[in-house]
């Protein structure tokens, strides 16, 4: 893979995965989009709105993450390649205006205020607009895979690779069975078209790979994964699925948290907590959807303390 390359991949997918560590060394893969590459100083930027602070509170006690290249799907890059950027992130919690514009005039990879706007649209989604913060991720790690089938040994193009897998964790305190329903949760998870598996890697960074859905049992999912990925023995996980449409305007996703264990010859996903939503590809019902939804989570913010200027207005 050249470097013209890479840089045309993380800085032209239309939507990203981002990895992020749980309190208890699990991992939460959310896609994100809004995001941009700067190969001089190999920092990864996507915007979060204060709507959203569960993810930018954990990004605060855990700023080791992973960003997944997985999809070219309505993005500019031409390649098949798999990238997976392991960093750490930094962000303000108060926003700038100047800051995020950039990211809604970014040709070919977004949609922001001048395409979604209007004079009723303006004012009802602004806080979505502009109550949200620009998140940095400054590349650790670069490793990449010819295409998602991640066949092989990864090519490290920036940092060192990782030398040894994560040793196994102990089990939660109330098991590792299925906590939600699992044959339900299979159905859902074939209909999207892409599905990413994280965990914790040894050197504490999240590691993610993607999967398919074989079959549902009494001990959870079966998955299939790229050869060698996945490490021996059991740990906390998380498995999301999603798709989306051109402008992300449409969404599905499936988003779990879980115990994964891989007996060397099975690899399994019991899943213990579970999000679902889908937004129909529909300009007016998203922005119905996403004024509403905006102004709930921003409520939600100000009753938790969350520490920004945006939210004291």
Same mark, same amino acid.
């Given at each position: 893979?050249?470097?013209?390359?890479?840089?045309?991949?993380?800085?032209?997918?239309?939507?990203?995965?981002?990895?992020?560590?749980?309190?208890?060394r699990?991992?939460?893969?959310?896609?994100?989009?809004?995001?941009? #590459?700067? &190969?001089?100083?190999?920092?990864?930027?996507?915007?979060?709105?204060?709507?959203?602070f569960?993810?930018?509170?954990?990004?605060e006690? $855990?700023p080791?993450v992973a @960003?997944?290249?997985?999809?070219?799907?309505?993005?500019?890059?031409?390649?098949?390649?798999?990238?997976?950027?392991?960093?750490?992130?930094?962000?303000? #919690?108060?926003?700038?205006?100047?800051?995020l514009?950039?990211? +809604?005039?970014?040709? =070919?990879?977004?949609?922001?205020?001048?395409?979604?706007? /209007?004079?009723?649209w303006?004012?009802?989604?602004?806080?979505?607009? #502009?109550?949200?913060?620009?998140?940095?991720?400054?590349a650790?790690?670069?490793?990449?895979?010819?295409d998602?089938?991640?066949?092989?040994?990864?090519?490290?193009?920036? /940092?060192?690779?990782?030398?040894?897998?994560?040793?196994?964790?102990?089990p939660?305190?109330?098991?590792?069975?299925p906590?939600?329903?699992?044959?339900?949760?299979?159905?859902?998870?074939?209909?999207?078209?892409?599905?990413?598996?994280?965990?914790? /890697?040894?050197? =504490?960074?999240?590691?993610?790979?993607?999967?398919?859905?074989?079959?549902?049992?009494?001990? /959870?999912?079966?998955?299939?994964?790229? @050869? =060698?990925?996945?490490?021996?023995?059991?740990r906390?996980? =998380?498995?999301?699925?999603?798709?989306?449409?051109?402008?992300?305007?449409?969404?599905?996703?499936?988003?779990?948290t879980? #115990?994964?264990? $891989?007996?060397?010859?099975?690899?399994t +996903?019991?899943?213990?907590?579970?999000?679902? +939503?889908?937004?129909?590809?529909?300009?007016?019902?998203?922005?119905?959807?996403?004024?509403a939804?905006?102004r709930?989570?921003?409520?939600r913010?100000?009753?938790?303390?969350?520490?920004s200027? &945006?939210?004291?207005?």
């Amino acid at each position: 893979m050249t470097v013209d390359e890479l840089n045309d991949v993380l800085d032209g997918d239309f939507v990203v995965g981002l990895a992020q560590v749980t309190p208890l060394r699990g991992v939460v893969v959310s896609p994100v989009n809004s995001a941009g #590459w700067d &190969a001089e100083t190999s920092i990864f930027a996507f915007t979060s709105d204060l709507a959203a602070f569960r993810k930018l509170r954990r990004l605060e006690r $855990n700023p080791q993450v992973a @960003i997944v290249f997985h999809t070219r799907e309505h993005g500019v890059a031409e390649t098949d390649a798999y990238v997976l950027v392991q960093g750490r992130a930094s962000f303000s #919690w108060d926003p700038d205006r100047e800051d995020l514009a950039p990211f +809604y005039r970014r040709p =070919g990879t977004a949609l922001g205020p001048e395409q979604l706007g /209007g004079r009723l649209w303006d004012r009802w989604l602004r806080p979505f607009w #502009w109550d949200r913060v620009v998140v940095r991720v400054r590349a650790d790690r670069i490793l990449a895979f010819p295409d998602a089938a991640c066949i092989g040994a990864a090519t490290v193009l920036a /940092g060192a690779a990782e030398v040894e897998d994560p040793a196994p964790q102990s089990p939660p305190a109330k098991g590792t069975e299925p906590r939600v329903e699992v044959a339900g949760t299979v159905r859902g998870l074939r209909k999207l078209n892409y599905r990413l598996l994280g965990w914790v /890697g040894a050197d =504490g960074y999240p590691v993610v790979v993607p999967v398919g859905i074989e079959a549902a049992t009494t001990r /959870g999912i079966t998955l299939s994964a790229p @050869i =060698g990925s996945v490490p021996l023995g059991g740990r906390r996980a =998380g498995l999301t699925g999603h798709s989306f449409t051109a402008g992300t305007l449409g969404q599905r996703q499936t988003a779990l948290t879980g #115990w994964l264990e $891989n007996d060397g010859g099975t690899v399994t +996903y019991a899943p213990h907590t579970r999000l679902n +939503y889908v937004i129909p590809p529909s300009r007016t019902f998203w922005r119905l959807v996403v004024g509403a939804v905006t102004r709930v989570g921003l409520h939600r913010a100000r009753r938790d303390g969350v520490p920004s200027t &945006a939210l004291a207005r």
